[in-house]
């Protein structure tokens, strides 16, 4: 049996680590002043942006603790795999917060429906652009790791997401101002409200492929079998299975039937080599098997 243990550049969650410090400490430090204004202005665009914003210092704050724990070693002894699905974990729950938050906004603005809202359009307006500064900061810092990690790509959702907000909220600003229409805050808010949610479902469906042990984007088990069955001295190949462990780790185990005569470790290195270059995959655990072998046969499963 072989398998490939080496992970090429590193944990990509932990090689980027770094940007969702910077973001985390600027959405943080945003998220008391919008909350006050909001409060303070009565707009429920604002309130619900610094809810929406809450939310990223939460999910911001998931995903630095996750990319610590991914990377701590196991002392345990039972988990063989490390704990690198915290940070899938950690996306999950950035799923969760933003439907939560959509949820409330939602909510709110329909039981608003009808009534006379007092707005301040002028702090709304303040708050609003600055919020779209920070989000703007945070979003060019998070979209450098949001191809590579899952837990990153959360975050980066999430300011995204919180941007899309803060031009509601400068829009909300704008038409209460020029029109003098309390309700345009209300209108803007539910529209902020079902964009988060749209963002929430994109990546719950990402989330629950790695959970669920789907085969990563871009790779072709078809493709894959083919590829292996090159290899000099393979006859056959079964029990082929790729799945995702964390962002930017693919882990694959695979069943080889030899020729026979054929090297049985020169096919080992062979095939691992090819997994790893071809199809980006660095931990392959691959058994290799005689013709005559029916251990297959009598598994269960």
């Known amino acids: 049996m072989g398998a490939g243990h080496s992970h090429g550049g590193g944990h990509a969650g932990a090689r980027h680590r770094w940007r969702l410090v910077v973001a985390f400490g600027l959405v943080g430090s945003f998220f008391v002043v919008e909350l006050v204004v909001g409060l303070v202005s009565g707009s429920l665009a604002l309130i619900s942006d610094a809810g929406h914003m809450a939310a990223d210092v939460v999910a911001l704050g998931a995903a630095l603790a996750a990319t610590k724990i991914a990377t701590r070693p196991d002392r345990t002894g039972r988990r063989t795999y490390g704990s690198y699905r915290a940070e899938i974990f950690a996306s999950g729950l950035t799923v969760l917060i933003m439907l939560g938050v959509s949820a409330y906004v939602v ?49 980066y959702y999430e300011v995204v997401a919180d941007a899309a907000g803060s031009v509601g909220v400068i829009l909300a600003g704008l038409l209460v101002a020029t029109t003098g229409q309390g309700w345009w805050d209300t209108v803007v808010a539910l529209a902020i409200g079902i964009f988060v949610a749209v963002r929430a479902v994109v990546l719950g469906r990402e989330v629950l492929a790695v959970l669920g042990q789907h085969v990563p984007d871009g790779v072709q088990l078809d493709d894959v079998v083919q590829d292996l069955e090159t290899v000099p001295g393979v006859a056959d190949v079964h029990d082929l299975h790729v799945w ?58």
């Open 244 to 301: 995702t462990l964390t962002s930017g780790m693919f882990v694959a185990t695979a069943h080889l039937v030899v020729e026979d005569g054929a090297s049985g470790q020169s096919v080992l290195d062979e095939a691992r080599s090819l997994m790893r270059t071809k199809h980006h995959i660095e931990h392959a655990t691959l058994q290799v098997e005689s013709r005559a072998s029916k251990a297959c046969d009598e598994a269960t499963w």
């Open 107 to 155: 909510i709110e603005a329909l039981s608003r429906i009808g009534d006379e809202v007092e707005i301040q359009a002028g702090p709304v307006l303040i708050v609003g652009a600055i919020g779209l500064l920070i989000n703007v900061i945070s979003i060019l810092l998070l979209r450098g790791g949001s191809e590579e990690s899952l837990n990153i790509k959360g975050a």
